[in-house]
């Protein structure tokens, strides 16, 4: 047996004060993340703002071909060394982190180069000059990132989630900012991609900051590599699987493009509408999964504790995704005019059905980590592949037949729920997660949160709302954003009041658990408000995986 392969401690349930660090410590993380999910949507929403006004369509089509040619060369990224790091926990880290910082570096470095080569041949064939720069900006980034995997990992095996948070906010920061600037210096497309040289050299100095680690002054053990391929290979082969999955569809239409069935614009429109849809939403899941996959790990060898860790995941981030996505649906069509006066209006649709089908897409972060936490790298790759394949098979049969962005975005909405859901069911399954009890925890709150739209929406239809431009009278332009501001508002305040009544009524659980990650001054007088139980008597789990009286013992309910 080598050194990569010698398994990890085991953790005993019997230990009840270990137990509850670590609970304390999970709770503080998720709580830490919700802060930065906040801080780095606003941060993120407000660069979407701006660059909507500022490019055009023709540059989110160039970004969006770019990275879906990119992400094929990012599946060399740290040739999956940080995930063998945080599943080996801290015990290896100073034995194992030298080998794999080199070990990361010579695939971080060739996969940089190799799309640093391709990036002008690449756009000659693509007939598109201004996509050459643009992936050779990618190409920087990616060979640049080795430092901070390793500091990732360092902080996710100790567990300083407040450090990840912190350095999640600011890298939020740091990306968004740049793309304003550059985009204010007419930058075009490539406002997207320089930043994320900027945010890669920040993240790598906060991390030695931070970690005050200098992996690269340990040996590289040049014999440990053929084991340490041996456990990276499978982590490289399912990253391919879920670059299909993530950006399958930009590499899909991009080729459609170049046959000349989908148009530039309808591309611009599908990837202006993932900025605004998907990608401000995606902060959620990398936050989330950020404490998820540590905090399994160190599960992994309690198998009714980790299931129902996963239930619980499962539960917040679908109510916070669900939450997030369909409000977004609910208030886009107004909210376009107010901030982009009809320029985007064509890809409202497009948006409109992306945010509705957004927790979907979510899942997969909850099934990434609990199969990996598990060390199922194989079953991880394949089921990633078959999501990822169907997903660019449901892109190709949209831009075959519609050469538009909306028709496009709803084709694969509903792929996801019928054939991404099913799949992670099944996957969790296999993780130790009763079925049925997972199908309870993810379908629930993303039918309210749709019920919610549905009524809000229908109700603001329905009534005659008087128009405030005209009682100030505001014509032309201003008195369309003034009049819109106040649908935003009725549209956002209702959806809000239906989708908490129904999460009250119908998920208390998942509200409470939701809660829970809060800070204490915020979350008990929200609980006493809402009439809610304490969520230690929904935390708290017989050994059936029922829920316990107050004052039953904890059995690993609860992270």
């Known amino acids: 047996m080598s050194e990569i392969d010698i398994p990890a401690p085991i953790d005993r349930p019997e230990e009840k004060p270990r137990e509850q660090a670590l609970g304390r410590k999970v709770s503080r993380g998720m709580s830490w993340m919700v802060i930065a999910t906040l801080i780095g949507k606003t941060a993120s929403f407000g660069s979407a703002w701006v660059l909507g006004i500022l490019l055009s369509e023709d540059d989110y089509a160039i970004y969006g071909i770019a990275m879906g040619l990119a992400?094929?060369?990012?599946?060399?990224?740290?040739?999956?060394?940080?995930?063998?790091?945080?599943?080996?926990?801290?015990?290896?880290?100073?034995?194992?982190?030298?080998?794999?910082?080199?070990?990361?570096?010579?695939?971080?470095?060739?996969?940089?180069?190799?799309?640093?080569?391709?990036?002008?041949?690449?756009?000659?064939?693509?007939?598109?000059?201004?996509?050459?720069?643009?992936?050779?900006?990618?190409?920087?980034?990616?060979?640049?990132?080795?430092?901070?995997?390793?500091?990732?990992?360092?902080?996710?095996?100790?567990?300083?989630?407040?450090?990840?948070?912190?350095?999640?906010?600011?890298?939020?920061?740091?990306?968004?900012?740049?793309?304003?600037?550059?985009?204010?210096?007419?930058?075009?497309?490539?406002?997207?991609?320089?930043?994320?040289?900027?945010?890669?050299?920040?993240?790598?100095?906060?991390?030695?900051?931070?970690?005050?680690?200098?992996?690269?002054?340990?040996?590289?053990?040049?014999?440990?590599?053929?084991?340490?391929?041996?456990?990276?290979?499978?982590?490289?082969?399912?990253?391919?699987?879920?670059?299909?999955?993530?950006?399958?569809?930009?590499?899909?239409?991009?080729?459609?493009?170049?046959?000349?069935?989908?148009?530039?614009?309808?591309?611009?429109?599908?990837?202006?509408?993932?900025?605004?849809?998907?990608?401000?939403?995606?902060?959620?899941?990398?936050?989330?999964?950020?404490?998820?996959?540590?905090?399994?790990?160190?599960?992994?060898?309690?198998?009714?504790?980790?299931?129902?860790?996963?239930?619980?995941?499962?539960?917040?981030?679908?109510?916070?995704?669900?939450?997030?996505?369909?409000?977004?649906?609910?208030?886009?069509?107004?909210?376009?005019?107010?901030?982009?006066?009809?320029?985007?209006?064509?890809?409202?649709?497009?948006?409109?059905?992306?945010?509705?089908?957004?927790?979907?897409?979510?899942?997969?972060?909850?099934?990434?980590s609990a199969q990996l936490s598990k060390g199922r790298y194989g079953e991880w790759f394949w089921i990633s592949m078959v999501q990822g394949a169907g997903m660019m098979l449901a892109a190709l049969v949209a831009g075959w037949f519609w050469n538009d962005s909306g028709e496009i975005s709803m084709v694969i909405g509903i792929y996801f729920l019928v054939g991404v859901a099913p799949t992670v069911v099944w996957g969790l399954h296999r993780c130790g997660v009763d079925w049925k009890q997972n199908l309870t925890s993810l379908l629930p709150t993303w039918l309210v949160a749709c019920a919610a739209a549905a009524i809000a929406f229908e109700l603001v239809e329905l009534l005659t709302i008087p128009s405030l431009a005209s009682g100030l009278q505001l014509t032309g332009g201003r008195g369309e954003r003034v009049d819109a501001l106040v649908q935003v508002a009725l549209l956002g305040g209702l959806f809000s009041s239906f989708y908490l009544a129904g999460l009250r009524i119908f998920t208390p659980r998942a509200l409470a658990e939701t809660l829970d990650i809060g800070p204490a001054r915020f979350r008990r007088p929200i609980i006493r408000l809402l009439c809610l139980p304490q969520v230690e008597r929904l935390g708290k789990v017989k050994g059936n995986g029922a829920p316990g009286p107050a004052g039953a013992p904890d059995n690993g309910g609860a992270l």
């Open 71 to 368: 992400a094929f060369a990012q599946v060399l990224r740290d040739g999956g060394m940080r995930q063998i790091l945080i599943q080996k926990r801290a015990h290896r880290y100073e034995k194992l982190s030298g080998p794999m910082f080199w070990f990361s570096g010579l695939f971080n470095g060739g996969a940089g180069l190799l799309l640093g080569v391709l990036s002008w041949p690449i756009a000659a064939a693509y007939r598109e000059p201004a996509l050459g720069p643009v992936l050779l900006a990618i190409a920087v980034s990616i060979a640049l990132t080795t430092p901070l995997g390793v500091y990732r990992a360092k902080m996710s095996v100790d567990l300083q989630f407040r450090h990840l948070a912190t350095l999640n906010t600011m890298s939020s920061v740091v990306r968004y900012t740049s793309m304003i600037l550059f985009a204010l210096m007419g930058l075009g497309a490539l406002s997207f991609t320089l930043p994320l040289v900027a945010r890669t050299i920040f993240e790598a100095l906060y991390g030695y900051w931070v970690t005050r680690d200098a992996p690269w002054k340990r040996p590289p053990r040049r014999r440990l590599w053929p084991a340490l391929w041996s456990r990276s290979k499978w982590l490289i082969f399912g990253t391919f699987a879920m670059a299909t999955l993530r950006q399958g569809d930009y590499l899909v239409l991009g080729w459609l493009k170049l046959a000349d069935m989908v148009s530039k614009s309808a591309l611009g429109q599908y990837v202006f509408a993932y900025q605004i849809a998907v990608q401000v939403n995606v902060l959620v899941a990398v936050n989330l999964q950020t404490v998820l996959f540590p905090a399994l790990s160190k599960l992994a060898n309690e198998p009714k504790r980790h299931a129902q860790a996963i239930l619980r995941a499962t539960r917040v981030m679908m109510l916070v995704g669900s939450g997030f996505g369909l409000g977004i649906a609910c208030v886009f069509e107004p909210l376009e005019t107010v901030l982009w006066g009809d320029k985007w209006s064509e890809a409202t649709e497009a948006v409109v059905w992306m945010a509705a089908f957004f927790p979907m897409r979510l899942l997969t972060s909850v099934l990434n």
